[in-house]
C-alpha cells in the first residue's frame, strides 16, 4: 500500500480531519463515509452533508502486533470499530489508554492525529482517531452540530 | 440456440501448497495443468475456454495479464483466456464462471484454474496486497490489517454469543490435524489447544494459529458437459450448483458483523438450484482464511443456528468420522491459502473425496455430496458450489 501522489491524500481531507459525512433527509440514516445516494431510499433520497459529533462507542477492538511498515513507530496498536452516537460504524486506532482498559461499549470521542508516515520524510497523513470520553468539559459541548458547508 | 446443460468435472488437480522458492508463477499453473490434462486423458488441443483465478499477480511477482500468460505457457493458444479476481475468492469465481461457459451450452471442454505465487515478496509486503482486498480509504488507511479486522469480528463474536477463545482454538487443532494426512498440505504438523492458546499475538484475540499462511501453489479443475463426460472418466463428479454473491466491501457497513450475508445468499440460492438439502451434505469445504472465519461459515450456510458452531468443534462432529466434516485438506489453516488458487483447491479436495481417493485416516467414507465455500475480502464476496458423484 503505497499512494505517492499527493491528490488521493488531499481528497479526503474533509472527512479524515472533521468527520463529515452525509444524511438522507428523506428517511434521517446518516452515513460515513458519506455516500452519493440513500442505499435504502435511492432517487426518492436527499443527501445533505453532516459533521459527526465525534462521540460513540467501542462497538469492536483488536490489538494488532503485525502490521505494514508505514504503521511500525504505532505497533502494538489497538485498532476499534466505534459507533458513532448518530449510527454510522468508523475504524481507527485508539490511543490515550492501554489495551486492559479497553471494552466493549466504553464512551469514546474523536481526536485529531497523525495516522502514518509513508516512507521515512514522505507525505505525512493525518485523521481521526479515538480516545476514552473525557466527561470533565463535555457538560459545555453542543449536541451534534448539523448541515454544515458542503464547500468547507 | 445453445441450450443449459448439466455439468460435470472429468479431472482435477492441484499443486502441494508451501514455500516454493524453486518455483514461479508459471511453473505452479503448469505442474497442476499438466497434471489435470494428463488425468482427464485429453490434450491442451482439447480444452476450448481457459479461466484462470488469481489475485494480485501484480503485486506479487509485477505480472498482469495472467490469462494470457498461462494459455500461452501451457500451449493453448489461441483459444480465449479469462483472468479473475475476487481477491481470496478469485478462485472459486473463477470455477463458477467456467461452469457458466460448459452450462450455457457454448464451450464444451473448459479448464479451470487458480494460482498465486506469493513468497516472491516479504511477508510483510504480502500481508499490505492482501490488505487491497478491504476498503483501502477507510479501514486499512486507519491502521487496519486483514487479521486485523477478522479480530474484530471475533471480538464482537466471542461478545455477543458468550463464546469462549478456546473455541477458535478448536478449529485450528482439527484443520492441523487433518493437514498432518494430507500430503498436500502446507503444514503436517498437529498441534494443541494449548499451542493455539500460546502462540505469538497476530492480532488479538487471533495468535499465529488461528491464521492462514502465506503459501504458493495452484489447482486445475477440468470440466465437461454431463453427457459426454464418461468419455474421459469413470467417475464424473457432477456439478449441481455454483452461486456467486457479494456484500458490502467494507465490514464497517454489515448489515450484521458477526453474519456473512454474502455467504447466507450464495448458500440459499445453491441449495435451492441444487435441490439438496442441509443434512444431505457429507463434506464441506469452507474458506477458513481465520479461525472465526470457519465458525461464521459453518453458521452462514445454515449448518446449524448462529452463535452455536463452537458446540460442534467441542463435540468433534467437524472431524473426518463426525456428522459434519469440515475441512479434510487441513483447509486454509493447515492445507495453505494461495489467495487466487484456494476456490479451486477447495473443489480438487472435493472432487478427491467423493470418489473416494483422500489418503488414508482422512476419507470421509461414502461421500456423495461436497460443498465448497470460498470468501474474498472480509466477507464481501462469497461462492458457494454444490458437487455430487451421481
Redesign the interface.
Known amino acids: 500500500m503505497s499512494l505517492s501522489a499527493a491528490p488521493a491524500h488531499w481528497r479526503r481531507m474533509r472527512e479524515r480531519y472533521r468527520l463529515l459525512g452525509s444524511k438522507c433527509e428523506t428517511c434521517g440514516n446518516t452515513f460515513f463515509p458519506p455516500t452519493k445516494v440513500c442505499p435504502k431510499c435511492r432517487r426518492r433520497g436527499k443527501i445533505t452533508p453532516i459533521e459527526f459529533s465525534g462521540r460513540g462507542k467501542v462497538f469492536s477492538y483488536t490489538i494488532i502486533h503485525a502490521a505494514p511498515k508505514m504503521f511500525e513507530d504505532y505497533t502494538p496498536s489497538t485498532v476499534a470499530i466505534v459507533q458513532l452516537n448518530e449510527g454510522p460504524k468508523v475504524l481507527s486506532q485508539l490511543v490515550d489508554c492501554e489495551p486492559d482498559e479497553i471494552k466493549i461499549d466504553m464512551d469514546v470521542e474523536v481526536c485529531f492525529r497523525k495516522l502514518f508516515e509513508q516512507d521515512r520524510g514522505g507525505i505525512i497523513s493525518y485523521g481521526f482517531k479515538f480516545r476514552p470520553l473525557d466527561t470533565s468539559w463535555t457538560k459545555y459541548y453542543d449536541e451534534p452540530r448539523q448541515a454544515v458547508d458542503s464547500q468547507i | 440456440m445453445f441450450k443449459k446443460r448439466d455439468v460435470a468435472i472429468i479431472s482435477a488437480s492441484a499443486t502441494k501448497c508451501g514455500e516454493h522458492w524453486d518455483k514461479g508463477l508459471k511453473d505452479l499453473a503448469w505442474e497442476a495443468g499438466v497434471k489435470a490434462v494428463e488425468e482427464a486423458g485429453i490434450s491442451g488441443k482439447d480444452i476450448e475456454y481457459l479461466v484462470v483465478g488469481n489475485m494480485s499477480g501484480g503485486m506479487f511477482v509485477g505480472q498482469e495479464h495472467i490469462g494470457a500468460l498461462v494459455a500461452d505457457f501451457l500451449g493453448l493458444n489461441p483459444i480465449p483466456s479469462l483472468r479473475v479476481e475476487a481477491a481470496c475468492a478469485s478462485g472459486g469465481m473463477a470455477f463458477s464462471q467456467g461452469y457458466l461457459a460448459v452450462a450455457s451450452g457454448l464451450y464444451d471442454i473448459v479448464a479451470v484454474g487458480g494460482v498465486e505465487k506469493m513468497t516472491d515478496v516479504e511477508p ?1 509486503q504480502a ?2 496486497v492482501l ?2 482486498a478491504m476498503d ?10 486483514f ?2 479486522l477478522y ?6 463474536y466471542l ?1 455477543e454469543y458468550k463464546v469462549k477463545r478456546e473455541a477458535l482454538a478448536e478449529v485450528a487443532v482439527k484443520n492441523h490435524y487433518h493437514g498432518s494426512l494430507n500430503p498436500l498440505a502446507h503444514f503436517r504438523n498437529k498441534i494443541t489447544v494449548e499451542d493455539a492458546l500460546t502462540a ?7 495468535r499465529k494459529y488461528d491464521c492462514s499462511p502465506i503459501s504458493d501453489g495452484a489447482a486445475v479443475a477440468i470440466l465437461a458437459p454431463l453427457e459426454t463426460a464418461r468419455k474421459y472418466t469413470d467417475t464424473p463428479i457432477i456439478v449441481r450448483a455454483s452461486v456467486p454473491a457479494s456484500d458490502t466491501l467494507s ?3 454489515r448489515r450484521d ?1 458477526c453474519t456473512m450475508d454474502a455467504t447466507v445468499n450464495a448458500a440459499n440460492k445453491a441449495f435451492s438450484l441444487a435441490h439438496i438439502e442441509r443434512k444431505d451434505v457429507d463434506v464441506v469445504e469452507v474458506h477458513d482464511c481465520f479461525t472465526i472465519a470457519e465458525l461464521l461459515a459453518i453458521e452462514d450456510l445454515g449448518f446449524c443456528e448462529k452463535g452455536e458452531a463452537s458446540k460442534l468443534y467441542y463435540e468433534g462432529q467437524t472431524y473426518v468420522g463426525g456428522t459434519l466434516p469440515v475441512n479434510t485438506d487441513g483447509g486454509l489453516k493447515a492445507a495453505g491459502h494461495p489467495v487466487g488458487a484456494t476456490g479451486v483447491k477447495q473443489i480438487v479436495e472435493l472432487v478427491k473425496q467423493l470418489r473416494g481417493e483422500a489418503e488414508k485416516g482422512r476419507q470421509v467414507s461414502g461421500a456423495e455430496i461436497g460443498l465448497a465455500h470460498n470468501v474474498g475480502g472480509s466477507g464481501a464476496t462469497a461462492v458457494v458450489t454444490i458437487l455430487s458423484r451421481s
Open positions: 510483510e500481508t499490505s490488505s487491497g483501502f480509504e477507510w479501514e486499512a488507511y486507519f491502521g487496519a490489517t487479521p486485523g479480530a474484530l469480528i471475533a471480538t464482537r461478545h505469538p499475538p497476530v492480532a488479538e484475540p487471533l465490514l464497517l457497513k458483523m
